[in-house]
């Protein structure tokens, strides 16, 4: 299995950035594919994640309204769309695919990506 983020970069605030999660070797049709961050000095946190089965969506209270998670099944391709970006959400976001039930804690992804820098300046 390869998770492969891409799309970050140096934004300002109140800007906007697209991120792409290119899963394959995928062998599970159900299970969820989640968005993590870390900032320098925290812990690895919850963004969003989304169903492979049925698309039910789930977000942190952080970013709700601000980011979206969609899927394009037939590129097995995870996106993040984050709008209105502050210095708070510069971290190194992690794509994660999921076999089970669980959404939120990270000890239940069993892949992981690389991740992708995203940095808001003020």
């Known amino acids: 299995v390869q998770l492969v983020e891409s799309g970050g970069g140096l934004v300002q605030a109140g800007g906007s950035l697209r991120l792409s999660c290119a899963a394959s070797?995928?062998?599970?049709?159900?299970?969820?594919m989640g968005w993590f961050r870390q900032a320098p000095g925290k812990e690895r946190e919850f963004v969003a994640a989304?169903?492979?089965?049925?698309?039910?969506?789930y977000y942190a209270d952080s970013v709700k309204g601000r980011f979206t998670i969609s899927r394009d099944n037939a590129k097995d391709t995870v996106y993040l769309e984050m709008n209105s970006l502050n210095p708070e959400d510069t971290a190194v976001y992690h794509c994660?695919?999921?076999?089970?039930?669980?959404?939120?804690?990270?000890?239940?992804?069993?892949?992981w990506g690389q991740g992708t820098q995203v940095t808001v300046s003020s």
């Open positions: 994660a695919a999921n076999k089970g039930v669980l959404i939120f804690q990270a000890s239940v992804y069993d892949y």
């Open positions: 070797g995928l062998t599970f049709s159900s299970g969820a």
């Open positions: 989304i169903r492979r089965t049925g698309g039910g969506t």
